[in-house]
């Protein structure tokens, strides 16, 4: 098996500098990490990541706990993951994916254990049980969703208030004034889902202000669940004009519905969805949509807690809460009401 000191032989360079070149630790110039990255795919050499924990008390490893809820839509999670494990592949980090149902567990023993160098959690419950624990480990933690209480953790969310408030205001200028408001099932809210409440409750707020009546209901996740209750919905409230999705099943199914209905979009029914684009691509939904943002989101949890890990972040830094703000993605789903 080969060696770092092989690959420092085979480039011509010190075993430091090819071990710079690797970590991207020091300036190395462009000839010399074209060399050492030669040299490294000639000899198929891998890092010794033991070896390299020892020497410098960093495992280039980032904890994501994340968990696939049946309750939730699972591509809609995956995005999110995806942003992780992206980001800190081009940061020189691995992932280590823990989805074990006791989150409280799994997060002690990879930080117990010091498997990893620093955590990011996913599913982030308003009261998470996770949080004591993340707060009294040695690795620092970033996390993709607000709970109640952000002390010691750096926190990254879309603005769910807003979103809320921007998908009834879009539809309020156009004139609608009965919408229907489609989220996530009731047991979301239950276990600590608090993004559910906190677009709900804006979007209900704002209509109450201009004097839209809003019908709001909680859907499945899952088919062909969401799909009846999507019927039930618009049969139950036949003056709605204009449907806001705050659930990836029910935004998936709604072609189907409509299709079945024989509406039209947007001249029966003008619909706003919360989604990402590329979800959108993926189900080739034809709908407006809030940018959910899991990509950036990821992101921007990983970069701060590589910033933190490595020493760019002071220990007694104060922590950050940042919100992305809601962007509108116009795909010509919304217009006048019928008349």
């Given at each position: 098996m080969a060696t770092i000191g092989d690959v420092a032989r085979a480039a011509g360079v010190s075993r430091s500098t090819a071990s710079y070149a690797l970590s991207g630790k020091r300036s190395i110039s462009a000839d010399v990490r074209r060399r050492v990255e030669e040299?490294?795919?000639?000899l198929g050499y891998t890092p010794n990541a033991g070896a390299r924990a020892l020497a410098t008390s960093q495992t280039m490893v980032i904890g994501l706990l994340a968990q696939f809820?049946?309750?939730e839509f699972a591509p809609a999670m995956l995005q999110y993951i995806q942003g992780?494990?992206?980001t800190a592949r081009e940061l020189g980090y691995d992932i280590l994916l823990v989805t074990e149902v006791d989150g409280t567990r799994g997060l002690r023993r990879v930080t117990d254990s010091r498997m990893v160098d620093g955590v990011v959690l996913l599913n982030v419950a308003e009261h998470d049980d996770r949080l004591p624990i993340l707060r009294a480990a040695s690795q620092p933690g970033?996390?993709?969703?607000l709970p109640a209480d952000?002390?010691?953790?750096d926190v990254f969310d879309?603005?769910?208030?807003?979103?809320?408030?921007?998908?009834?205001?879009?539809?309020?200028?156009?004139?609608?004034?009965?919408?229907?408001?489609?989220?996530?099932?009731?047991?979301?809210?239950e276990r600590g889902g608090a993004y559910v409440w906190r677009l709900q409750n804006a979007a209900a707020e704002a209509a109450r202000?201009?004097?839209?009546?809003l019908h709001a209901i909680f859907a499945s996740a899952h088919q062909p669940d969401v799909g009846r209750e999507l019927h039930d919905l618009l049969d139950a409230h036949p003056g709605v004009t204009g449907l806001l999705i705050n659930n990836e099943a029910a935004a998936a199914a709604l072609p189907t519905v409509l299709h079945a209905r024989g509406l039209s979009v947007p001249g029966d029914l003008s619909v706003i969805g919360r989604y990402s684009d590329e979800f959108a691509r993926t189900f080739s939904l034809p709908y407006s949509s809030i940018e959910?943002?899991?990509?950036?989101?990821?992101?921007?949890?990983?970069r701060q807690l590589v910033r933190r890990i490595e020493g760019e972040v002071g220990p007694d830094e104060p922590h950050v809460v940042r919100f992305v703000s809601p962007e509108l993605v116009d795909r010509r789903s919304t217009g006048a009401p019928r008349r």
């Open positions: 040299a490294v795919r000639d809820l049946e309750d992780v494990a992206n970033a996390l993709v969703g952000c002390t010691g953790v879309l603005d769910f208030e807003e979103a809320g408030r921007l998908m009834v205001d879009d539809l309020h200028r156009l004139g609608h004034r009965e919408l229907a408001l489609v989220s996530q099932p009731e047991h979301v809210i202000v201009r004097g839209i009546t959910s943002a899991p990509d950036r989101l990821g992101r921007m949890a990983v």
